[in-house]
């Protein structure tokens, strides 16, 4: 019984891996890096437009929910979805990247804010 929770994590893991790793191939990065701790968020930052100093508030406290939120958003906008589909990457991105990475989005930059 103990080995079931671990499982559902494990494929939870894998899928959110997949699909982060089409959405880095979709915007034309690499999409190991998906897998580098650091530098995926590092990636997600010049998917999202955003400058890369924004790492340093992903490490405050707090801050790193509402500016993940963010992030999530500006991806999403730069594959012409909406912010809803963004909150739902940054809340449930389980479900999310997969539908963006394996869906038929095409990465379209309408941030440049670097």
Do not use: C, H
């Not at 893991?13 to 699909?19: M, T, W």
């Not at 012409?80 to 739902?88: N, Q």
């Amino acid at each position: 019984m103990e080995f079931i929770p671990l499982l559902i994590a494990l494929v939870l893991v894998v899928v959110i891996i997949a699909g982060l790793w089409k959405t880095f191939e979709k915007a034309g990065q690499p999409g190991w890096a998906a897998i580098v701790p650091i530098y995926n968020v590092i990636i997600l930052l010049k998917i999202a437009g955003r400058p890369m100093w924004w790492f340093v508030l992903m490490l405050i406290p707090f801050v790193s929910i509402i500016v993940a939120i963010i992030v999530a958003i500006d991806v999403a906008k730069n594959f012409g979805k909406s912010a809803g589909f963004g909150v739902g990457l940054a809340l449930l991105g389980f479900i999310f990247y997969p539908i963006l990475g394996f869906g038929d989005a095409e990465y379209n930059p309408v941030n440049t804010l670097q």
